[in-house]
């Protein structure tokens, strides 16, 4: 399984951004796709989900309103729409997937980096 994420970058406060998460190696319908995030210094948080084989999507309180998650089942691509960015909303960002009934995500990409400045 693969998952390239992409689509970070440097914006102003305000600003937007659309990170990309390409999945690769395995059929995903019966997976959940998150996006997480690390700042430095800090640990490593959700930031969203969604269900492949659904419309569910779920959002931490920090991004909620501001972000939202998408995906294309024909490209096998999930995004992640952030809005208003907020400095504090810098970090690496990163993609993982899951089985729909398992409880930790067990396949991650690498990061892309996004940065807000104020």
């Known amino acids: 399984v693969q998952l390239q994420a992409s689509g970070g970058g440097s914006v102003q406060a305000g600003g937007s951004l659309r990170l990309s998460c390409a999945a690769s190696?395995?059929?995903?319908?019966?997976?959940?796709m998150g996006w997480f995030r690390q700042a430095p210094e800090k640990e490593r948080e959700f930031v969203a989900s969604i269900n492949w084989s659904n419309r569910f999507t779920y959002y931490s309180d920090s991004v909620k309103g501001r972000f939202t998650v998408s995906k294309d089942k024909a490209k096998n691509t999930v995004y992640l729409q952030m809005n208003s960015l907020k400095p504090e909303d810098t970090a690496v960002y990163y993609c993982?997937?899951?089985?729909?009934?398992?409880?930790?995500?067990?396949?991650w990409g690498r990061g892309t980096q996004v940065t807000v400045s104020s």
């Open positions: 993982a997937s899951r089985h729909r009934v398992a409880s930790d995500y067990n396949y």
């Open positions: 190696g395995r059929t995903f319908s019966d997976y959940v």
